[in-house]
């Protein structure tokens, strides 16, 4: 299986900050990588594909790169509606792996 | 709009089975691959499984920890997905996500969930 590592697992930041999360693929996975949010008791909302296309209706302050092993998704104006828990995943093998999830939180 | 809305989560016993269902509507839901993802309390995402489509026969994947005991179905007619899971175990317990696949490929959509709780 293919394992994905994303760090960190939280983290704070203020109102305006530029925020990156890092994802690492434990094996090459193209671009076949996509990220989530997902705020407390909500279902997760599906925010990149293929490493950095947005999905339909995600704001452009979010953005991802990478490819191969190593991804990054950047949130460039931190706002008080981004706090959650950001995943990301691989689907370019079975079984589709997350990772472990970044926290993030306003200070 | 694509709306996905799952049903059937409950209180189980061990050993015991439960069948999830997931309502689609707002897209041709014939042309789309779907999944399961799972969520225990207070963890991360994890994947259960996949149907494709009739093109490709319905076949499946699954997860090693459910392979042979859960199994996922589709009725285009009914545009509804559905998880039949058998010997269920502790650890199933999970809010159990029906996610829609796009250009048979990555996750887009997701629905509210469905909490499955296995305790005796």
Known sequence: DTQMTQSPSSLSASVGDRVTITCRASQGIRNYLAWFQQKPGKAPKSLIYAASNLQSGVPSKFSGSGSGTDFTLTISSLQPEDSATYYCQQYNTYPLTFGGGTKVEIK | ?????????????????????????????????????????????????????????????YAASVTGRFTISRDDSENSLYLQMNSLKIEDTAVYYCVRVYSSSYHDSWGQGTLVTVSS
Request: hydrophobic content about 35%; aromatic content about 10%; some cysteine.
């Open chain 2, 1 to 61: 709009e694509v709306q996905l809305v799952e049903s059937g989560g409950d209180l189980v016993q061990p050993g015991g089975s439960l069948r999830l269902s997931c309502a689609a509507s707002g897209f041709t839901f014939s042309d789309h691959y779907m999944d399961w993802v799972r969520q225990a309390p207070g963890k991360g995402l994890e994947w259960v499984g996949r149907i494709r489509k009739k093109a490709q026969s319905y076949s499946t994947e």
